[in-house]
């Protein structure tokens, strides 16, 4: 079965449906660097708290393990969140989107988000024609 083969034949599935881990990995739409992005979401709030990018690889290792792993683009290697800092994520589910080119996860976290303590990493707002920063960094 083709990738958009797939993702058609879910459209009209019924809740409980099931396709192989495998064939689903397969079918994801997988850039040209082979990544996919991913929304990181706090699961208890709903809070986003950041964007960023999973190959295949980090994504098997995230959904065996249950710590969340991302594709490090600036480093080129895989990234375990918290593996320095200790602000791990905890995986509770993980969603892709209808076309199989976005995934959602939902998280536990553990300490802050983003890198520079603030809870997440969207502290940043556009308001008319200015961009402002909404949250101050932690002492």
């Known amino acids: 079965m083709t990738a958009d083969a797939l993702w058609l ?3 009209s599935a019924e809740a409980g449906h099931a396709v192989a881990l495998s064939e689903a990995l397969d079918a994801i ?3 040209d660097t082979g990544l996919i992005p991913v929304i990181t979401q706090r ?9 960023a ?4 690889t980090a994504l098997q290792e995230t959904l065996h393990s249950g710590q969340v792993c991302y594709w ?3 480093r080129q290697q ?4 918290g593996e320095t800092s200790g602000h791990r994520q905890r995986l509770l589910s993980a969603h892709l989107d209808c076309d199989g080119d976005a995934l959602l996860i939902k998280v536990e976290q553990l300490g802050p988000a983003c890198h520079t303590g603030r809870s997440n990493c969207f502290y940043n707002d556009l ?3 200015q961009l402002r920063v909404a949250v101050s960094r932690p002492a």
């Open 9 to 11: 034949q879910l459209e």
């Open 29 to 31: 739409a997988w850039n």
């Open 43 to 51: 699961h208890d709030s709903g809070e986003v708290l950041m964007l």
């Open 53 to 56: 990018w999973m190959n295949c």
């Open 72 to 74: 490090s683009r600036s």
């Open 78 to 81: 895989l990234w375990r969140k």
């Open 127 to 129: 308001d008319g024609d």
